[in-house]
Every structure is written in structure tokens, then in C-alpha cells.
């Protein structure tokens, strides 16, 4: 990765100008996530709850005193019962600490890519640089050390890639693909 010290005032002011304010890159995954993890948050007390609360496992787990702590769960439960509407602002805000928690994952996952199409496209020299706090950052210096190696891409592949991805399984399938392709 390069060094501050090599960038100039004016391209480091640009950098910080150019960087990516818009925390929600990639909705489907960011979505996604954010869901997993608001439901991994509610499993575990649930389970908990289910554990405590059921006769056998109660019994199991607190012995003689599992009537008085039954009880006691149920009364928690009936509270939880009134405070709905904590528990929906509690998770609100999960899902928001979700998605700023994984904008520092997909932001270098989507400037990865700008990156790669970038050389894909035939530009030799590309610069680019994460945002503090972002993850990936050792990954980011061997993407660029990818992004600043000068790599001829043959014509032919640059026409068949055309910015599309195909799922080949045998190279039979790739020919008749990319002739597809190139006829059209």
C-alpha cells in the first residue's frame, strides 16, 4: 500500500472528497447480513427463555428450585411483554449497526471491483486507497500491488468478457459460449 508521505496535499484532499459516503453499497448483501444477525441476536434469548421455562429442562438445569425460577422467567417474559416497543427500537438500531458495521466490509469488496474492471478495461496504472477503520486492508495492498503491475489483456478476452460473467463447466461450453458471443 503506498505511503501517505507519497501523495501530495492536493491528492490526499481529493482522496478524502472522493471517498464513499453512502453507507448502503450493496443492499442485497448488506441486507442480508444485517438480517443474520438480528436474528442471531434473537435465537439466543429465545432459546434461553425456551430452556428455562419448559418443565425438563428446567428441572435439568436448576433442580429443586425450578418452580420459583420459572417463575421468575415468566415474570421477566411478561414484562418483556409490555416493552414491545424497546425491543423493536432495540432491534432498529441493531439493524443499523449492522449495516455501518458491514459498509467496512462490502465498501472494500465494491472498490475491489472497480479496481479489477478497471484493469479489465486496460487501464495500466490504478491508485486507489481504503478508508481508515475499513477491513481488508493487507488484502487491499495486494490488490494493489495487482492494480499498479501493467497486464496486457489479449483483445479477444477483453471482447468476450464485455463486462459479463459466465458460469462455464468444460471447455467445450466455453468455446460454444464465446462464439455465441462474438456472433452477436
Known amino acids: 500500500m503506498q505511503s501517505k508521505k507519497k501523495y501530495s496535499f492536493i491528492d490526499r484532499l481529493l482522496f478524502s472528497l472522493i471517498r464513499r459516503r453512502k453507507k448502503y453499497i450493496d443492499p442485497h448483501q448488506q441486507t442480508r447480513l444485517a438480517f443474520e444477525i438480528v436474528l442471531l441476536v434473537l435465537i439466543f434469548p429465545v432459546l434461553f427463555y425456551i430452556l428455562t421455562i419448559s418443565d425438563l429442562w428446567s428441572k435439568v438445569f436448576f433442580g429443586s428450585r425450578a418452580e420459583v425460577m420459572q417463575e421468575l422467567f ?44 478497471a484493469k479489465l478495461d486496460g487501464e495500466n496504472e490504478v491508485y486507489f486507497s481504503l478508508r481508515r477503520g475499513d477491513y481488508m486492508q493487507d488484502f487491499a495492498a495486494l490488490v494493489q500491488k495487482v492494480a499498479l503491475c501493467k497486464i496486457d489483456v489479449p483483445q479477444d478476452i477483453q471482447l468476450r468478457s464485455n463486462g459479463d460473467v459466465f458460469e462455464m463447466q468444460d471447455e467445450g461450453e466455453m468455446v460454444e459460449k ?3 458471443v462474438l456472433e452477436e
Open 74 to 117: 415468566l415474570s421477566q417474559l411478561l414484562l418483556l411483554k409490555q416493552a414491545w416497543h424497546v425491543i423493536l427500537v432495540i432491534l432498529v438500531f441493531i439493524v443499523f449497526l449492522s449495516i455501518l458495521f458491514t459498509h467496512k466490509i462490502f465498501g472494500p469488496i465494491y472498490r475491489f471491483k472497480q479496481i479489477l474492471q
Open 178 to 180: 464465446s462464439e455465441q
